[in-house]
């Protein structure tokens, strides 16, 4: 069976060939397990994946021990992961606190953060894990906060309207990721044949939109930002834009909801497969198990706009966002 491995596989496995430390080996490993397809085909490559996954880690710890040096790794189990960066005071963690109800330690002075936080922000019937990282000024950045961010599926660049050094804190924040090769949003044309860059869906949430100029700066601000980046105002503090930002969030990591229905029971509302946009039925399957993959002939699905409740479709049918299907092996 052909491994069919995607374009997103592919660079992480470039980046694992260029990585020099045992750090960037795991993190571009970790990546490749994410992105590889999940089916018999590829079971061998998974595995020794996932054995070199093991030895990085022994040897990251080991190095670790030996620099004394901080080094992370953030699991999200089923669920998408957002990396949430942004400079000294700009609310992220009062932010996460109003999206996710976890009770971070927020302070009015810069720096209170020093540990990757994270936390599950609810989505209808999901969730997302946001990871609360130090602020980045350009004075200092935690040198790990870059490999978080390249492991998420997406950032969260999160910014203080009322700062008065709004642009430059701003600037400061990719200047630090692009100088670890971690750009966000589209990678500029002249860094594109850097070896080992990646670039990362971005969404900026600015924050403060309740202080009393903020339509202003937010039009100023947009005007430089907004071509490369949806802007969703925001305030931690009173909760205005927060279902906007949560909706922008799912927007950003461009996923299907695929709602399991076990023969002769109702649909399992409450725990959808999630997959990137685009996916097919055969691909659900697979994500399911891959002998299930290998032996699936056709589904039934409900609530389909193309389809009568309970009709019959092919393996190849691409997914909508919420459709309920049921596989027949």
Known sequence: MPANLTHQFLRAQERYRAASTPREQLDALQEMLREIPKHKGTDHLQADIKRKIKQAKEEVKAGKKRSGGPSYSIESGE????????????????????????????APYPFTTHEPHPAMMPFENTRVQLVDLPPISADHMEPWISSIARAADAVLLVVDLEAGDLFEATDAVFEKLGSHKLFLGDVPEEQQAALGSTDKRTLIAAN?????????????????????????????????????????IWRLLDLVRAVPKPPGKPPDYGDPILLPSGSTVLDMARHIHGDLAEHLKRARVWECADHADGAWIGRDHVIADGEVFELEG
């Open 79 to 106: 669920y998408p992961q957002v990396a949430v960066v942004g400079p000294p005071n700009s609310g992220k963690s009062a932010l996460i606190d109003a999206l996710t109800g976890l009770e971070l330690v927020v």
């Open 208 to 248: 403060k939109c309740d202080f009393r100029d903020a339509d202003v700066v937010i039009e100023l601000f947009a005007e430089v930002f907004a071509p490369r980046f949806p802007i969703i105002s925001v305030s931690a503090e009173t909760g205005a834009g927060l279902e906007d930002l949560r909706a922008a």
